[in-house]
């Protein structure tokens, strides 16, 4: 049978769940994921093969409504990635949307489906947590606003109908020469993804906390000869007060969430790592265009 090997871009408003179906589909921890929205700032893909496709998935960011450079390039950022893509997938989060109704970004992204010249789905999520009856009538509304789409539904958390959702994207995509070796993850520098491990870990401990403008930079890569490696990163905050909350009293804070960084990345390499942490103050580094998200 020909190769096949395509784009799918996975789109929806912050906290439907996209992180968790890239997840679910790559079978492993990529994207990070965290109850808060706006987590996902940067496109990350992944990349499977199935039988004889190669499938490349954008998790792209959420979609905001605000005037900030930053945001604005968030909302370019999916849209160019489903652009790009040969097939778009659009995550309602239908435990929220089975409360409350579909929200309006929902039923603009839903309606926006029509425009698209390429294939596109929508993933009812979190159906783990909703009742039959209030999927059905979910299920009505999305049809008819999205026109063609055709509709899936399961849980990308229990991996529960995720399986199908393969097989379409599959069946979408074009066929051609895988564009990655087979055994590669993510074409995102491991560097990047080292940078996102410790990303999640400052989200986990200040949850509430948590200054809204921070990033994690990569500063060094070095192999070292007794095959472990070390890692340096830059997290950089707006204010000098932001500084303080991370480091905590005497630094401890600091030292604990660098500590299980390193645990998570030594697990992910299989060797030791050295992890090198460093807070730097750089206000307004969030309208300075050298930091928008990769891709923009
Ligand atoms: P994103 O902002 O769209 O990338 O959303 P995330 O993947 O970060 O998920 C947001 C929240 O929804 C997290 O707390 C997830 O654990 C939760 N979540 C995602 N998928 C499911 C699901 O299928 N069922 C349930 N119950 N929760 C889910
Ligand atoms: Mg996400």
Not at 115 to 130: E, F, G, H, I, M
Not at 164 to 174: R, T
Request: proline share 4%; aromatic share 6%.
């Amino acid at each position: 049978m020909a190769k096949q090997c395509g784009f799918v871009a996975l789109i929806g408003a912050p906290n439907t769940g996209k992180s968790t179906l890239l997840n679910c589909l790559m079978g492993t921890k990529l994207a990070i994921v965290t109850p808060k929205v706006q987590t996902t700032r940067d496109i990350i893909r992944g990349m499977t093969v199935e039988g004889n496709c190669q499938l490349i998935y954008m998790d792209t960011p959420g979609i905001f409504q605000t005037e900030q450079t930053f945001e604005k390039a968030m909302v370019d950022a999916a849209w160019s990635g489903a652009r790009d893509a040969d097939a778009t997938v659009l995550l309602i989060d239908s435990l929220k949307a089975s409360l409350k109704g579909l929200g309006e970004q929902d039923k603009k992204l839903l309606q926006s489906l029509k425009d698209s010249k390429k294939p596109c789905a929508v993933w009812l999520n979190k159906t783990d947590k909703v009742k039959k009856d209030a999927l059905f009538a979910l299920t009505k509304e999305a049809a008819e606003l999205s026109g063609e789409a055709d509709i899936f539904m399961g849980s990308a958390l229990k991996n529960d109908g995720v399986d199908e959702l393969k097989k379409w994207m599959i069946s979408h995509m074009p066929e051609g020469e895988w564009m990655f070796p087979e055994d590669q993850m993510s074409d995102l520098p491991m560097r990047f993804i080292a940078a996102e491990v410790t990303r999640e870990k400052l989200f986990l401990r200040l949850r509430q906390e948590l200054p809204y403008g921070l990033r994690v930079e990569p500063e060094q890569w070095e192999e070292k000869a007794d095959g472990s490696v070390k890692i340096s990163q830059i997290i950089m905050v707006d204010r000098e007060a932001h500084k303080k909350m991370i480091l905590g009293k005497q630094g401890q804070q600091l030292k604990e969430i660098g500590q299980s960084a390193r645990m998570s990345l030594s697990k992910m390499l299989d060797r030791k790592v050295h992890l090198f942490l460093f807070v730097k103050v750089v206000p307004g580094w969030k309208d300075k265009k050298e930091f928008l998200p990769l891709g923009v």
